[in-house]
C-alpha cells in the first residue's frame, strides 16, 4: 500500500498544470504578431497620431496665411508623426512580452528540472525501502 501511494506522489506532474507554460505561451503569440504586423500598426499608429495632432493644432488656433503668390502657408503647425517617428511606440510592448516570454520559459525548465530531481530522489528511496 505504501509503495503504490509513494509511486502516485512522484509522478511528475503534466506540463500544462505550469502557470510558466501559459504565460510563455501567451506571451509568444503575442510577440509574434506584434513582430507579424508590427509594420501595419506603426502605419495606423502614425495616422491616428497625425489625426490627434491636427485637431490639436485647430483647436490652438491654427492661423493660415496666403502669400502674394496665392501659396497658403500654415503657422503654429506642429510636426506630424510619421510611421517609425510616432509618440507611442511599439518597442516598449515588444520589449515587454520578450522578457516575460525569457522569464516564463527560465521559470518553466526551472520547475521541470526541481520536478525531475524530486521524482529521481524519490525513486531512489522508493527503492531503498522496498527492499
Given at each position: 500500500m505504501?509503495?503504490?501511494?509513494r509511486?502516485?506522489?512522484s509522478?511528475?506532474?503534466?506540463?500544462?498544470d505550469?502557470p510558466?507554460?501559459?504565460?510563455?505561451?501567451f506571451?509568444?503569440?503575442?510577440l509574434?504578431?506584434?513582430?507579424?504586423?508590427?509594420?501595419?500598426f506603426?502605419?495606423?499608429?502614425?495616422?491616428?497620431?497625425?489625426?490627434?495632432?491636427?485637431?490639436?493644432?485647430?483647436?490652438?488656433?491654427?492661423?493660415?496665411?496666403?502669400d502674394?503668390?496665392?501659396?497658403?502657408?500654415?503657422?503654429?503647425?506642429?510636426?506630424y508623426?510619421?510611421?517609425?517617428?510616432t509618440?507611442?511606440?511599439l518597442?516598449?510592448?515588444?520589449i515587454?512580452?520578450?522578457?516575460?516570454?525569457?522569464?516564463?520559459?527560465?521559470m518553466?525548465?526551472?520547475?521541470r528540472l526541481?520536478?525531475?530531481?524530486t521524482?529521481?530522489?524519490?525513486?531512489?528511496?522508493?527503492?531503498?525501502?522496498?527492499?
Amino acid at each position: 500500500m505504501r509503495s503504490s501511494k509513494r509511486s502516485r506522489m512522484s509522478e511528475p506532474r503534466p506540463i500544462t498544470d505550469s502557470p510558466w507554460l501559459w504565460f510563455a505561451l501567451f506571451s509568444a503569440v503575442g510577440l509574434t504578431a506584434l513582430l507579424a504586423t508590427g509594420g501595419k500598426f506603426g502605419n495606423r499608429q502614425a495616422q491616428i497620431e497625425r489625426k490627434s495632432q491636427a485637431r490639436a493644432a485647430v483647436a490652438e488656433g491654427l492661423t493660415i496665411t496666403q502669400d502674394g503668390t496665392g501659396r497658403k502657408t500654415a503657422t503654429n503647425v506642429p510636426e506630424y508623426s510619421r510611421p517609425g517617428m510616432t509618440k507611442i511606440r511599439l518597442k516598449p510592448l515588444a520589449i515587454t512580452l520578450g522578457a516575460i516570454l525569457a522569464v516564463s520559459i527560465s521559470m518553466l525548465a526551472r520547475e521541470r528540472l526541481h520536478a525531475n530531481n524530486t521524482v529521481n530522489n524519490g525513486v531512489a528511496e522508493d527503492t531503498g525501502h522496498d527492499q
